[in-house]
């Protein structure tokens, strides 16, 4: 921005040049403008140097928020899903309501315990599954 510190000394010369003397009305008004013009020069030079630090201090953040994306692995292609999703059951004896890990629901081999009348409860796909299922279990008839 020193071009417009240039440019206001210049005309500054220039006025000074042309005598512009502040005792007529057009020399108070020449030299008032000049004297607004620097002070535009300024504010602007100030504006612009504040301009440059935001820059370097966004950046900065920007950078750090990489590193901490980075860190906890927020990529969305990301292969291993750490997400587990429970299902509300009621044991059918004492109706106490248990939460389940989805897939033990879905193992044939599992055997769950209600911790409340100690009763094995018994669990069948379409208690969780319907048609139109998007759970992401092979619900194929087993016959």
Do not use: R, W
């Not at 007529?24 to 030079?45: Q, Y």
């Not at 315990?113 to 619900?139: N, R, V, Y």
Request: some cysteine; glycine content about 4%; charged content about 45%.
């Amino acid at each position: 921005m020193n071009h417009l510190f240039e440019n206001v000394a210049y005309l500054k010369g220039l006025a000074e040049g042309l005598e512009v003397k502040e005792s007529s009305k057009e020399g108070k008004l020449l030299l008032g403008i000049l004297d607004t013009l620097e002070e535009m020069a300024e504010a602007i030079n100030e504006i612009q140097e504040d301009q440059e630090d935001l820059e370097d201090y966004v950046e900065a953040l920007d950078d750090d928020l990489a590193e901490i994306e980075e860190d906890l692995d927020l990529d969305d292609d990301s292969e291993c899903d750490d997400d587990i999703d429970f299902m509300e059951v009621e044991c059918p004896k004492c109706q106490e309501v248990i939460y389940l890990d989805e897939d033990i629901l879905y193992d044939d081999d599992a055997e769950v315990l209600c911790p409340e009348c100690h009763e094995i409860i018994e669990f069948m796909e379409e208690d969780f599954c319907g048609d139109d299922c998007c759970c992401g279990h092979d619900h194929e008839d087993k016959e």
